[in-house]
């Protein structure tokens, strides 16, 4: 088990859809292999860019040549104007140059300098990538190998963590460790959380962060229910958010997310219409990823609809008056639990299957929900457990590659099932439960490695495979 030290700011990161190791993960390690040349960035001449492994087989249908190209570019996922980011790589492959760190004009053609090699994989995961740089007379200036883990993290080959990391108050690698914590200091989860963020940031800068992040989320939503129109890649699947939105939301005037919700707050709704409400949310988000639009990895960018749907329901639906206070806890919560997963299995589809995408991220919102509506340590960690033991063994089979079908659909349900398992552990008992989180996560880990490596997004198998839609090349 990795023993990193992991910020709720690593597994909650702003960035551009559609997802988080395809997308953002190989834009950062573009980004990266353009700091590294700094000193020497005027000698280089032609750069290119080797997709392997499930970058090369899902890569077109995620958008990795285009998050390289803008990586290359200078360009920052937080902060990209969003039409900037498809037209940026269109200049590219109409005028054949590159403007290499955003400072440095060069020669570039996609289709000679950036490869796709489907048929090989790297050894130190299903996401690698190789960057190259050479001079004017073709010498071999450097070559670097990233790999793309999961969740927009990047590891350089032969990057040493232990090298990276901070030393904590509470070193956290177990469901049962973080009780620990709690258990000493009287404390909820939250609080420990917080506690070890204060080793990167100050509580303000951390609570100012964090309600950044929920702007993000916030406003992905307010855009996903305000969009009609076909998702892009050529699979011809409409959005639904928007007329979902339509049939459920009641008279209001509002002209921006912030009055959007306070609409929302003030309405009177039905069960039935919650379970439609928490669908459309979660749609919202993940059709804004399938379009390349912003929003918030929480954990990886394929699952990033349950969170911010389960913390709409809290806001909006639960009997409890919610304040920024309690959003700052929620999202401290959350992340903890998604950085225990990631140190004990993974959050990489590529390594995982979708049970690390979607049954973590419904994990880490059933524990959220659970502390956040007054459940104990005992009951947001039994939670985590009930809402992850109902995803084992999801696999990963996007049609064409794309995060459309089935993904978007598995936000809707990953955030029902975070819902019901708080529910459950609220009325439980967790000193009667069989299972505990721990086991929950090594067994996650064994699943992934016995699962065959075509039901990891590779496109390989399951409906991927068993569904005759042809996507064209682009």
């Given at each position: 088990?990795?023993?990193?030290a992991?910020?709720?700011?690593?597994?909650?990161?702003?960035?551009?859809?559609p997802?988080?190791?395809?997308?953002l993960g190989?834009w950062?390690?573009?980004?990266?292999?353009c700091h590294?040349?700094?000193?020497?960035?005027?000698?280089?001449a032609?750069?290119?860019?080797h997709?392997?492994?499930s970058l090369a087989l899902?890569g077109?249908g995620?958008?990795?040549?285009?998050?390289?190209?803008?990586?290359?570019?200078?360009?920052?996922?937080e902060t990209?104007?969003i039409?900037?980011?498809?037209?940026?790589?269109e200049?590219v492959?109409?005028s054949?140059?590159?403007?290499?760190?955003?400072?440095?004009?060069?020669a570039?053609?996609p289709?000679?300098h950036?490869a796709?090699h489907?048929s090989e994989?790297?050894p130190?995961?299903a996401?690698g990538?190789?960057?190259?740089a050479f001079?004017?007379?073709g010498?071999l200036?450097?070559?670097q190998?990233?790999?793309?883990?999961?969740?927009?993290?990047?590891?350089?080959e032969?990057?040493?963590?232990d090298e990276l990391?901070?030393?904590?108050p509470?070193?956290?690698g177990?469901?049962?460790?973080?009780?620990?914590?709690?258990?000493a200091?009287?404390?909820?989860?939250w609080?420990?959380v917080?506690?070890?963020e204060?080793s990167?940031?100050t509580e303000?800068?951390i609570?100012?962060?964090?309600?950044?992040i929920w702007?993000?989320?916030?406003?992905?939503?307010?855009?996903g229910c305000?969009?009609?129109g076909?998702?892009p890649?050529?699979?011809?699947v409409?959005?639904r958010?928007?007329?979902l939105h339509?049939k459920?939301?009641?008279?209001?005037?509002y002209s921006?997310?912030?009055?959007w919700?306070?609409?929302?707050?003030?309405?009177?709704f039905q069960?039935s219409?919650i379970?439609k409400?928490?669908?459309?949310?979660a749609?919202?988000?993940?059709e804004?990823?399938?379009?390349?639009?912003?929003?918030?990895?929480a954990p990886?960018n394929g699952a990033?609809?349950?969170?911010?749907?389960?913390?709409?329901?809290?806001?909006?639906?639960s009997e409890?008056?919610?304040t920024?206070?309690?959003i700052?806890?929620?999202?401290l919560?959350a992340?903890?639990i998604?950085?225990i997963?990631k140190?004990?299995?993974?959050i990489s589809?590529?390594m995982g299957?979708c049970?690390?995408?979607i049954?973590?991220?419904?994990a880490?919102?059933?524990?959220a929900?659970t502390?956040?509506?007054?459940?104990?340590?005992e009951?947001a960690?039994?939670a985590a457990?009930?809402a992850?033991?109902h995803?084992?063994?999801?696999?990963?089979?996007?049609i064409?590659?794309?995060?459309?079908?089935?993904?978007?659909?598995?936000?809707?349900?990953?955030?029902?099932?975070a819902?019901?398992a708080?529910?459950i552990?609220?009325?439980?008992d967790?000193a009667?439960?069989?299972?505990?989180?721990?086991e929950?996560?090594?067994?996650?880990?064994e699943t992934?490695?016995?699962?065959?490596h075509?039901?990891?997004?590779t496109s390989?198998?399951?409906?991927?495979?068993?569904i005759?839609?042809?996507?064209?090349e682009?």
């Amino acid at each position: 088990m990795t023993m990193e030290a992991i910020s709720v700011f690593d597994m909650l990161k702003i960035g551009v859809g559609p997802s988080s190791s395809h997308t953002l993960g190989p834009w950062r390690a573009a980004e990266r292999f353009c700091h590294s040349l700094s000193h020497h960035l005027h000698a280089v001449a032609r750069v290119e860019a080797h997709l392997y492994g499930s970058l090369a087989l899902t890569g077109k249908g995620h958008g990795t040549d285009i998050a390289v190209l803008l990586g290359l570019s200078g360009q920052d996922p937080e902060t990209i104007p969003i039409p900037d980011v498809l037209a940026i790589p269109e200049q590219v492959s109409a005028s054949h140059l590159l403007h290499l760190s955003g400072a440095h004009t060069i020669a570039f053609q996609p289709d000679r300098h950036l490869a796709f090699h489907y048929s090989e994989r790297l050894p130190g995961h299903a996401n690698g990538l190789i960057f190259k740089a050479f001079d004017e007379e073709g010498q071999l200036l450097t070559a670097q190998t990233y790999y793309s883990v999961g969740g927009g993290f990047v590891v350089r080959e032969g990057e040493s963590l232990d090298e990276l990391q901070q030393a904590l108050p509470c070193p956290i690698g177990t469901a049962r460790e973080l009780s620990a914590y709690c258990e000493a200091r009287a404390a909820g989860i939250w609080e420990v959380v917080m506690e070890n963020e204060q080793s990167w940031r100050t509580e303000a800068e951390i609570k100012s962060g964090l309600l950044r992040i929920w702007g993000v989320m916030k406003n992905s939503m307010y855009r996903g229910c305000h969009t009609e129109g076909t998702l892009p890649g050529g699979l011809g699947v409409s959005r639904r958010a928007a007329a979902l939105h339509q049939k459920l939301v009641l008279p209001c005037e509002y002209s921006n997310a912030d009055e959007w919700l306070r609409c929302l707050v003030r309405c009177d709704f039905q069960f039935s219409k919650i379970l439609k409400w928490i669908g459309c949310f979660a749609m919202a988000v993940n059709e804004e990823n399938a379009s390349f639009g912003r929003i918030v990895t929480a954990p990886t960018n394929g699952a990033a609809g349950v969170i911010p749907a389960v913390l709409m329901y809290y806001i909006c639906f639960s009997e409890k008056d919610v304040t920024d206070e309690d959003i700052v806890r929620f999202l401290l919560v959350a992340g903890e639990i998604g950085s225990i997963f990631k140190k004990g299995a993974t959050i990489s589809a590529a390594m995982g299957g979708c049970q690390a995408e979607i049954g973590v991220s419904s994990a880490m919102a059933a524990a959220a929900l659970t502390e956040g509506l007054g459940g104990s340590v005992e009951q947001a960690l039994m939670a985590a457990e009930i809402a992850m033991e109902h995803h084992l063994g999801l696999t990963c089979d996007p049609i064409g590659g794309l995060v459309q079908v089935p993904c978007i659909e598995r936000n809707s349900m990953g955030a029902i099932k975070a819902i019901t398992a708080a529910n459950i552990a609220l009325e439980g008992d967790p000193a009667k439960a069989r299972v505990h989180l721990d086991e929950v996560v090594k067994t996650m880990w064994e699943t992934a490695q016995d699962m065959n490596h075509k039901y990891k997004e590779t496109s390989q198998g399951g409906l991927a495979v068993n569904i005759s839609i042809k996507v064209p090349e682009c």
